[in-house]
C-alpha cells in the first residue's frame, strides 16, 4: 500500500512534466525554423535563386506554360489552333472518362514537375497557395457551378508516411478562393495502390480498379450533388477515372476535375 501512495504523487508530476516538455520541444522547433528563415533568403524551387515570396522566381514563372483558350472542352487539352466552339479532341471522342470536365492550370513541364514533387514529396506546402490560387482561375466554370470539392484521398499508410495529403492542402486554398467547401471525409481509399509511375495507361486502370469508396455514413451527403475533384496531376486519368465512377455509384450529379498541370502529349 505505501509503494501505491508513493507511485501516485509520482505519477502526478511525471505528466505534467511530459505535457511541459512537449510544449517547449515544439517552441523550440518552431522558434529554431523562423531564424533559419531568417537567416536564410527563400530559394526557387525550381532553379534555387533567392525568392520573395512564394518559391518561384520570375524567370520560372514565364517558364510555367498555363493553359488557356482554347482547349477541349471536356478535358481541358490545349488546342494548336482553334477548331470552333464545342469542338472534342480526339481523346475524349475516343476514350471519354467517367467525370464530366477536366481543367488544369499549367501544363506539366519541368518547371511544373518541379513544384509538384516538391509539394508532394519534400514538405514544401508554402508551394500550395500559389499553386491552388492558379488552379482556381483555370477552374472557374467548374467551380462556379459546384457544390463541394473533393481531394483524391491517400491510402492511410501513405498518409501516415507522407504526413498531409497534398490533394487536400490543395483543394483548401481552392476552397479560400472560390467560397466551395471541401469534403474531404466523402470519398476513401479503400485499397492500398502500388505508385502509378512507370506503368502504362492499361495497368494504371487495373492498378485503381475498385480502390475508392465513397463512406457509407457519407451517402447523402454525394447524392445529387455536383463535384469538383482536386488532384496535383492529371497523367492517364485513371486515378481520377476511378474516384469519379466510385461517386457517380453514390448518386452523384456531375463529377469535373481540377488539377494544378496535366501531362500533355506532343502532337
Known sequence: MEADADAAPSRSIAAPLRAAWTVGRHALSRAARLALDIALPTLCVSCREPVDGEGVCAACWARLSFIERPYCPRLGIPFVYDP????????????????????????????????????????????????????????????????????????????WRRRYNQSGALARIVERQSGVKVKAEVLRRVRATEQQIGLSRAQRATNVQGAFQVSPDRQADVQGRRIVLIDDVLTSGATLDACARALLRAKAAQ??????????EAR
Open 84 to 159: 470552333g466552339p464545342d469542338m472534342l479532341s480526339m481523346e475524349a471522342i475516343a476514350s471519354p472518362p467517367a467525370y464530366q470536365r477536366a481543367r488544369a492550370a499549367v501544363r506539366y513541364d519541368d518547371v511544373a514537375r518541379t513544384l509538384v514533387h516538391a509539394l508532394k514529396y519534400q514538405d514544401r506546402a508554402d508551394l500550395a497557395p500559389a499553386m491552388g490560387r492558379w488552379m482556381a482561375r483555370a477552374g472557374g466554370e467548374l467551380l462556379a457551378a459546384a457544390d463541394m470539392l473533393v481531394p483524391v484521398p491517400l491510402h492511410w499508410r501513405r498518409a
Open 255 to 264: 463529377v469535373d476535375v481540377l488539377v494544378f498541370a496535366r501531362v500533355v
